[in-house]
């Protein structure tokens, strides 16, 4: 018979557990410190720290859903740039709303005549704030057209624009360029500023400026 | 390919049933009186089966305004133009074809907007393109544009005041 004793006896496995935990006293002497730059390196992994108009106008140009006012031939180049190649919804602009109340922009796409401007202006009263117009090609930014009998020479006589898209038609890769711009204008935003009441003191002051100019009715 | 139907044939056709309709021939076209206007479409319907307005415009010569309507016949595939002169600019007047042809309707509401030719008979005459309370015709060759009020400070105000205009 030799000296080997059966190793799942259970006499032997006490045995073993308790010669482990005595190992395991002798080598927990020290105790583990907090280490510090450990721990920070993975708070400013996964914690974001920025302003509150950095963050909120960076979620508003990242997501301006159009309104779809094509009225020319802009329009098919809008809609150029809202297909595959020239893709207008890696900017966030994939959603043309066919509804103004739930719009961020106006695209005013194509020639304006004044039979038109009416329902303009009503769409753009009727779009929430915040809004911006942008007037693409160089007929609605007042080029073409201007000793026409029909056609309003430059959209901003009807509402306030933010970016002006030349060409004729422009090119999606301009739209494109136009609408970067308007993103970068969006950044310099900010929180302070109340867009509603500006706004309307705008249109006071032009409202106040064009009786001042006594035109004859 | 349609066949143009010369102006000379079909004049003849129509002396022979309307002896004073036509004004003028030309090979390609045909000038008719406007009294005359409807009996000579419906003898054209009857006889050379022209059953289709394809346009109705005008053209302001400025001795007179021009009614231009291009007619075709589908069975046949022949095309016809005709002519309608109005000498008196302020009260042109022109029978209607939309007792013949409803498409004539929308179309002479256009010639009516941008000339001022005035279509006897028709349903519904008023503008089309133009707004409500727009003076004048814009298409006639005396038109002129009302000056378009400009903001102060723009160069097209200063260079009016400069020349001392309104």
Redesign the interface.
Known sequence: MTATTFPYDPRELDRREGEEVERLIRGSQLAYVDEDPFMTSMLQENILVSTVDKMLNWARQSSVWPVAFGLACCAIEMMATGMSKYDIARFGMELFRASPRQADLMIVAGRLT??MAPPLKRIYDQMAEPKWVLSMGFATSGGTFI????MV?GVNLIVPVDVYVPGCPPRPETLLHGLMALQSKIKTESIMQDRLRQRERFFEERGN?LAG?G?PD | MSTWLSGRDVARLLRAHLPDAVEEEADDCLAVYPGALLDTCRHLQRELAIDYLNNLTAVDYLDYIEVVYHLSSLERNHLLTIKVRCYDREHAEVPSLTPLWQGADLQEREVYDLFGVVFAGHPNLKRLLMWEGFLGHPLRKDFVMPPFPQPPGSPVRKRGEELGLD
């Open positions: 004044w039979k000793g026409g009998y029909s020479p400026v100019l035109l």
